[in-house]
């Protein structure tokens, strides 16, 4: 299975914004879904946005509007878009390839004044 690489959290000021990206160390094309999901201090971990190669999305209520999920074949690379963050959206986010038990390693995103 590829190995996936999540990058781009760090601090940021409540309504600001962060770019992640998760690359891959092979092809993504014939992986589906690929999502995101975070997991706060405290609490299980929670599926974020998901995208297919025909380009649906789909993502949780919590963030539905503020956040846009995208990948790029050619790159093996997925990437979320995190817009107008609030302090609940602290978390490790990780990234998933499939359905099974390939995940990436997580990078931490704190909102935070």
């Known amino acids: 299975q590829v190995q996936l690489v999540e990058s781009g959290g760090g601090l940021v000021q409540p309504g600001g914004s962060l770019r992640l990206s998760c690359a891959a160390s092979?092809?993504?094309?014939?992986?589906?879904?690929m999502g995101w999901y975070r997991q706060a201090p405290g609490k299980e971990r929670e599926w974020v946005a998901r995208?297919?190669?025909?380009?649906?999305?789909t993502y949780a209520d919590s963030v539905k509007g503020r956040f846009t999920i995208s990948r790029n074949n050619a790159k093996n690379t997925m990437y979320l878009q995190m817009n107008s963050l609030k302090p609940e959206d602290t978390a490790v986010y990780y990234c998933?390839?499939?359905?099974?038990?390939?995940w990436g390693q997580g990078t931490q995103v704190t909102v935070s004044s």
């Open positions: 092979g092809s993504i094309f014939r992986l589906n879904p």
């Open positions: 995208i297919i190669n025909d380009g649906s999305t």
């Open positions: 998933r390839a499939g359905l099974g038990d390939n």
